[in-house]
């Protein structure tokens, strides 16, 4: 944690060495994911200590290069002594050393500086009352260090500085900020501290963290590394406050157990549900990358019982076509998100994937080979609402050239559905079980297409068999015989095959138009999609994996409604749509998309979900997209999807957002799905001056009249302090429950911070904080 001070005293000692012993600091923790820099533009432009000497050179092998000598006076009466006083001065290349009076003895290479004593190189300037030492053995001993690093942001002193020998030294009073030097907001203070280069760690005692002069972290003893190579140790403790858990503190460790993986132990405490055990465990090789995490709270006094979280990440490159990857998680129960999360987005995960597969490509082809399955988070929905498992899942897709442009391809899939029978899914037949049945599916689709292209047109005609055949089986838990007539089914082996025929075809118009003294290029692309898919009976088939898909934009160009294979929409459409653009022409940049389009249908849509009867409409919905970026401080964008069918809309979506100053922005939103949803959102960063900004967003549901989400906080930044405090809430699950929160984070700049961490959910939260 302290890693910037023992550098910076490091340095006070070893001057330009250290510098070529430990590389530059980039500012970043090692388990950051995302970094960004630390920001002293506020600091004065000038702060650099007053004996500071301007226009040093910062280049050429100093150790090569011989040494010039300045004083007012030069005294050596045998040549074993040498004495200069008098505004004394040594010169190498970059490195300047000054003093009163500087003696050297030649037989002993002792030394001596008296009288106001400096030193300056590239990377460190530093002053002291008195040094003394020798260059054979490297000795040094300063009393009264002041020091400033160069290179990178930090100042500070010492009451004494011992270089022992060129890996070891020690100091005693040490002070280190990153703050302007007659501007101290902040400063780390040591009582002593010693250093070792050849094992790159430092160790201090009575190390505090002070706020003006109110010490606010105090260490009995701490251990740390002198460079950016990883070391075991604390990292940044977090905090904060919400009505569910209470107190909450966390106090990771690192453990630097080999170059290529590491873990992180971080014990949390929630002040009215216990301790909460966590660990994550890294590792990267040549061939192989991943993380494995958990954590376990043995006994939850809040809900009286155990809860846990796993997470394992992976992949492996197995040969030059193929890679295994996987992604397990589990919880210990389904409210765990909802206990144990801080965002609406991780509170409102419905259903935790976990998957596991071996992945192959090549020239025209991709394969995989797997499985998948799902867990339940959502406390409001029932077991039977789980997945199927798809253990084993195999696809397989390739495409080659035939003749001139023809082109031939097969899509496939193979998969084995299995899931549990839920005691709230069963259905009870006189005294037995009758539950949904378990199966497999294979599916491959066959094609031909023949793409045809030119600089301002496209034609792509397709032709294609779908063919879907399963073997349905008796669920393990159900005792009723014939499951699968029992559910409808007219056997245990139903199979579909359905030919599907398209053509695409768009045109696009060009030309140059000049908008407020800008010269722009404009695209008019007309677009038409001819679809044809007779229809098949599929009431027989079962429902494992298919869903109706959302409508949007892309559905008007798709061969189907619905995902999975359990359902092949029949359809004899045409899609006509057509958009524009507006592009700058000198920087390419776009600066408005406009789409519009509907589908026509010629026959009824009879393929529909289990329960849901055929329609006959004579078009979809009208779908509108609009994206205007005029400049980069307003962005407008808009889409509509209207049905003639009901004379209704059935989504709209708006959003503005206005960037003002340096970083302000402001966003508004409002989102409506008929039937489902209707609400309005608005978010803000206010900078009121160049230190303070306010903080919020208010995410409210017109149709429950209740708030989503609300947050209100304040941030303020100086030279090299940084603080911010917010007050939040948010519904944590599906029945509007909310939970209220309070953070406090603290950032000294150059160093890190201390408290709850939020940059991610106002990242989430406000479109275009930074």
């Known amino acids: 944690m302290l890693r910037h001070l023992v550098r910076a005293t490091a340095l006070s000692l070893y001057g330009a060495s250290a510098l070529a012993a430990a590389p530059a600091s980039t500012g970043c923790p090692a388990r950051a994911i995302q970094c960004k820099a630390d920001d002293f533009s506020l600091c004065k432009p000038n702060a650099l200590l007053d004996f500071y000497t301007p226009g040093l050179p910062t280049t050429g092998d100093r150790n090569a290069a011989p040494a010039d000598f300045e004083a007012d006076r030069f005294e050596s009466a045998d040549r074993t002594k040498y004495v200069l006083e008098g505004k004394a001065k040594i010169n190498r290349v970059d490195q300047q050393v000054q003093g009163d009076r500087l003696t050297y003895w030649t037989e002993t290479t002792a030394w001596l500086a008296e009288g106001n004593v400096r030193y300056q190189d590239a990377g460190l300037l530093m002053s002291a009352s008195k040094g003394q030492g020798t260059t054979t053995p490297n000795t040094a001993t300063m009393t009264d260090v002041r020091y400033q690093m160069l290179n990178s942001r930090g100042n500070g002193t010492a009451a004494e500085a011992k270089l022992i020998d060129a890996d070891h030294a020690t100091m005693q009073k040490v002070e280190f900020t990153t703050c302007d030097p007659d501007d101290v ?82 014990p949390r405490i929630l002040g009215q549900r216990g301790l909460l055990a966590g660990a994550e465990f890294r ?87 797997g499985g998948d399955r799902y867990q339940i988070t959502d406390p409001s929905l029932g077991d039977q609402f789980e997945p199927y498992r798809r253990l084993p899942r195999g696809t397989f897709e390739g495409e080659l050239g035939l003749l001139g442009g023809l082109r031939g391809g097969i899509k496939s899939e193979f998969v084995s559905f299995y899931k549990e029978c839920a005691k709230d899914s069963r259905t009870l037949s006189g005294d037995n079980i009758l539950c949904p049945p378990n199966g497999e599916r294979l599916d491959l689709y066959p094609y031909l297409n023949l793409p045809l292209e030119g600089a301002s047109w496209f034609l792509r005609p397709e032709v294609g068999v779908r063919y879907t055949r399963y073997d349905v089986t008796q669920n393990a838990w159900s005792t009723v015989e014939n499951t699968a007539d029992r559910f409808r089914y007219r056997n245990d082996s139903p199979k579909r095959t359905t030919p599907i025929t398209s053509v695409d075809a768009g045109l696009i118009f060009e030309r140059d138009t000049n908008l407020f003294g800008t010269a722009y290029t404009q695209t008019l692309e007309p677009r038409l999609f001819y679809l044809y898919v007779p229809y098949r009976n599929q009431d027989d088939l079962p429902i494992f994996d298919t869903q109706p898909l959302s409508f949007d934009f892309p559905q008007l160009f798709s061969t189907n409604r619905f995902t999975g294979a359990d359902r092949q929409m029949d359809a004899n459409n045409l899609t006509a749509a057509v958009t524009t653009r507006l592009s700058e022409t000198a920087t390419g940049a776009e600066r408005l998309s406009a789409s519009f389009g509907q589908i026509r249908y010629f026959d009824d849509q009879r393929v529909q979900m289990p329960g849901v009867p055929k329609t006959d409409y004579a078009g979809s919905a009208y779908v509108a997209e609009l994206d205007l970026h005029l400049s980069d401080r307003w962005r407008l964008k808009l889409a509509d999807q209207w049905n003639p069918n009901g004379d209704h809309t059935d989504l709209s979506t708006s959003s503005l957002q206005y960037r003002f100053g340096e970083r302000g922005v402001l966003n508004l939103g409002y989102r409506y799905r008929r039937d489902f949803l209707e609400q309005t959102d608005v978010s803000a960063l206010i900078p009121l001056n160049e230190r303070w900004r306010l903080i919020g967003r208010w995410n409210y549901s017109l149709r429950d009249n209740d708030t989503f989400e609300g947050l209100i906080g304040v941030e303020h930044e100086d030279c090299c302090i940084a603080w911010r405090v917010l007050a939040r809430q948010y519904v944590r699950d599906a029945t509007g429950k909310a939970s209220n929160g309070l953070y406090f984070e603290i950032e000294f700049k150059g160093i890190g911070a201390i408290g709850q961490k939020t940059d991610d959910f106002l990242r989430r939260g406000i479109l275009g904080y930074q």
């Open 283 to 369: 590792y990267l090789t040549d061939r192989h990358r991943g993380q494995l995490e958990f954590t376990y709270m043995p006994h939850d006094r809040d809900a009286d019982r155990e809860r846990g979280y796993f997470h394992f990440n992976n992949f492996s490159a197995l040969a030059s076509n193929w890679n295994f990857s996987a992604n397990l998680n589990h919880v210990s129960d389904k409210r765990y998100f909802e206990d144990f999360g801080d965002s609406l987005s991780t509170v409102s995960t419905a259903l935790l994937p976990s998957n596991a597969y071996f992945n192959g490509s090549g020239r025209g082809w991709t394969a995989s080979i």
């Open 185 to 266: 907001r902040w400063r780390f203070t040591a009582k002593d501290m010693a250093i070792d280069q050849a094992e790159g760690i430092a160790r201090g005692h009575d190390v505090t963290l002070r706020i003006g002069n109110t010490p606010i972290l105090w260490l009995p003893y701490a251990r740390f590394p002198i460079s950016d190579e990883r070391q075991s140790g604390f990292l940044y403790p977090s905090f904060g406050y919400n009505n569910r858990a209470g107190i909450d503190f966390t106090l990771p460790y690192y453990l630097n157990l080999a170059p290529n993986y590491d873990a992180t132990l971080y």
